[in-house]
C-alpha cells in the first residue's frame, strides 16, 4: 500500500521489549528508566495478529527490535509465528548479541533469517563508557553464535557519538577488509530524555567518511550512490564487506522511507522522529477483528508523515529509543 505521498510501505519493525541489558549512554539513563509492565506488552498472539494485518496491507518485511529483543523468554514463538506468514518474505532482528550463542540456532529454526548486532566500538574501555558493557568477549561470542546458526550476512549497526566512540570508527571500518561484514554508521538522534546528548555529541556522517579515508583510503560508492535500505553503500579497496553511513539528520531519507513501527505497547509510530502514534491494543484487547486491525493498519500508512522535523529544531520528547523499537 502506497501512503498519501506515493511511498510503498513494505518494512514493518515490531518492538517486543523496552527493556534491556545494556545502558548505552545517548539510550537509556543508568537510572529513573521505567518500563512497561508484563500485560501492557503485546502477547506473542497479538504481535501474529497485527503482523498478519500488516501483511494484508502490504507489509512484507519484519525486523524484531527492542529495547533488547532476545530478553523476551518467548521471543522464539514470536519469530516461529510470524515464520508462518506466506506473505512476510524478510523476517530478521536487530539485537545486541549477548543471548546469542543461547538461543541462536533456535532463533534460525524458528525461521529468523538474519541480525543485526549493535556494536559501537571494539575498544574495551571504549565500551565500558558508551554501552556500559565490561567485555568484548560477549558481543564477539554472540556474533559467532549467529554466524554457525547462518544468521548472515553480518550487519554490525554503530551510533557514532562525539568524544566516546568517534575514534573507533576507523578499526570497526578495518573489519570489512577481511570479513563478509556490513558495517554501518549511524548518526545520533535527538529522542526523548537523552536528546542533549545527541546535540552536544553529534558527528555527521562526512566527518566519519573523512576519519575513515584518511587512514584506510578510498570508500568507492556502490549502487550509483544510491540508498539502500536506509543506508548508503561503500567498499574499500580489495575489501569483502561493505560500509554503510545511515544519515537521518544530515542527508535525511525520508522521501524513500517503507517502514512502520509498533511499539512494545502496542502503538503504530508514524514516523520513528514524530510522537504521532496510533493504538492498536485497544482494537486487539477490545475484540476487534482482523477486518479491523488490518483498516486500522491502512490508516496508519495513509496517515505517515512526509518527514521528520529536525531542521526546523523540532524533536519527538515522549519516548526515547528504547521504547520506539530501535
Given amino acids: 500500500m502506497n501512503d498519501s505521498y506515493g511511498r510503498d510501505i513494505s518494512y514493518l519493525r515490531i518492538s517486543v521489549t523496552d527493556r534491556c541489558n545494556l545502558r ?41 527490535t527492542g529495547g533488547e529483543p532476545t530478553l523476551r523468554r518467548d521471543i522464539v514463538e514470536i519469530v516461529e509465528r510470524l515464520g508462518r506468514i506466506p506473505d512476510i518474505g524478510e523476517l530478521v532482528m536487530t539485537t545486541n548479541a549477548l543471548r546469542l ?30 554501552m556500559r558493557l565490561n567485555s568484548m568477549d560477549k558481543v564477539w561470542a554472540g556474533i559467532e553464535a549467529a554466524e554457525r546458526a547462518g544468521l548472515v550476512p553480518i550487519k554490525l549497526n554503530i ?12 578499526d570497526l571500518a578495518r573489519l570489512t577488509l577481511a570479513r563478509d561484514w556490513h558495517v554501518r554508521f549511524i548518526e545520533l538522534m535527538p529522542l526523548g530524555g537523552p536528546a542533549e546528548i545527541a546535540f552536544n555529541h553529534y ?30 553503500l561503500y567498499r574499500l579497496a580489495a575489501a569483502m564487506g561493505t560500509v554503510g553511513f545511515i544519515s537521518p539528520v544530515s542527508d535525511p531519507y ?12 502496542g502503538r503504530i509510530r508514524l514516523c520513528l522522529l514524530s ?10 484487547r477490545q475484540d476487534g477483528s482482523h477486518e479491523d486491525l488490518v ?26 529509543m528504547s521504547q520506539i523499537g530501535g
Fill in 24 to 64: 548505552c549512554v545517548y539510550c537509556m539513563p543508568m537510572d529513573g528508566m521505567t518500563f512497561v509492565p508484563g500485560p501492557e506488552l503485546l502477547t506473542p498472539e497479538e504481535i501474529e495478529r497485527v503482523a498478519r494485518a500488516a501483511a494484508d496491507a502490504g507489509i512484507r518485511k519484519i525486523r524484531l
Fill in 101 to 130: 550463542p543461547w538461543i541462536a540456532e533456535a532463533l534460525a529454526r524458528a525461521g529468523l533469517q538474519r541480525v543485526n548486532i549493535h556494536l559501537d566500538t571494539l575498544n574495551e574501555t571504549r565500551l565500558t563508557q558508551v
Fill in 159 to 170: 551510533v557514532v557519538t562525539r568524544s566516546f566512540n568517534d575514534e573507533d570508527v576507523v
Fill in 203 to 232: 558527528v555527521s556522517t562526512r566527518e566519519t567518511m573523512d576519519r575513515i579515508e584518511g587512514t584506510l583510503g578510498p570508500l568507492f560508492s556502490l549502487h550509483n550512490g544510491d540508498i539502500v535500505g536506509e543506508a548508503r
Fill in 254 to 265: 525520508c522521501d524513500g522511507c517503507n517502514r512502520m513501527r509498533l511499539t512494545a505497547d
Fill in 275 to 284: 510522537e504521532k502514534e496510533l493504538n492498536f491494543r485497544d482494537t486487539l
Fill in 295 to 320: 483498516a486500522l493498519f491502512r490508516r496508519a500508512i495513509w496517515a505517515k508523515p512526509k518527514g521528520h522535523l529536525l531542521q526546523e529544531g523540532i524533536h519527538p520528547q515522549n519516548r526515547t
